[in-house]
């Protein structure tokens, strides 16, 4: 079955970056997107980008250039995100999400809650 | 961007009742839409796609409609493990956009 795992919580201060992962299975990893969503605390869900494991090609929401950059290891089947500069305003719950054509979300992750704190 | 605009933000419903969530878009979105549920500390999960498709697994009280720039979610007979948020999301344009979200409740 198709299986979607995050790497665990993180606790990072303010100006430090935070490297995230999500090690797909269950399925051929590079026949689909891989997208990544946020959710801040108590509110609704925001994309932020995604990637195409064949190709490498990223699509991002504007709002979140500069701020993640997403990456691919195919042999490993694992996708991840880095965020930097990291603010306040960056702690929430981060999602990975399975698509394939037409892009909703069939398949997520358990999510990795980052806190930025000093 | 596309606007996601849900309503209501909370609903509270008796047991075996049928709910109704509305969202509509700031432009025609093509049926480029899905619903997903999101049960307290979990991972959203896709409930409906393409508008109206159920997803694998999803219980056949749950169905989606509409076109354009109105689409819903209706809930029949309402059980107590459909508590949750519910979120709709369109994915006919880049970047992708959510719906504020509906709080469901049992009365």
């Known amino acids: 079955q198709v299986k979607l795992l995050q790497s665990g919580a993180a606790l990072v201060k303010p100006g430090a970056s935070v490297k995230m992962s999500c090690k797909a299975s269950g399925y051929t990893f590079t026949d689909y997107w891989v997208s990544w969503v946020k959710q801040s605390h108590g509110k609704s869900l925001e994309w932020i980008g995604e990637i195409y494991p064949n190709s490498g090609a990223t699509n991002f929401n504007e709002k979140f250039k500069g701020k993640a950059t997403l990456t691919v290891d195919k042999s490993t089947s694992t996708a991840y995100m880095e965020l930097s500069r990291l603010t306040s305003e960056d702690s929430a719950i981060y999602y990975c999400t399975r698509s394939g054509a037409p892009y909703y979300f069939d398949y997520w992750g358990q999510g990795v809650m980052v806190t930025v704190s000093s | 961007d596309i606007q996601m605009t849900q309503s209501p933000a909370s609903l509270s419903a008796s047991l075996g009742e049928t709910v109704t969530i509305e969202c509509r878009a700031s432009e025609d979105i093509y049926n480029g839409l899905a619903w997903y549920q999101q049960k307290p500390g979990k991972s959203p999960q896709l409930l409906i796609y393409?508008?109206?498709s159920l997803h694998t697994g999803v219980p056949s009280r749950f169905s989606g409609s509409g076109s354009g720039t109105q689409y819903s979610l209706k809930i029949n007979s309402l059980q107590s493990e459909d508590v949750a948020s519910y979120f709709c999301q369109q994915y006919y344009d880049y970047p992708f956009t959510f719906g504020s979200g509906t709080k469901l409740e049992i009365k």
């Open positions: 393409n508008a109206n």
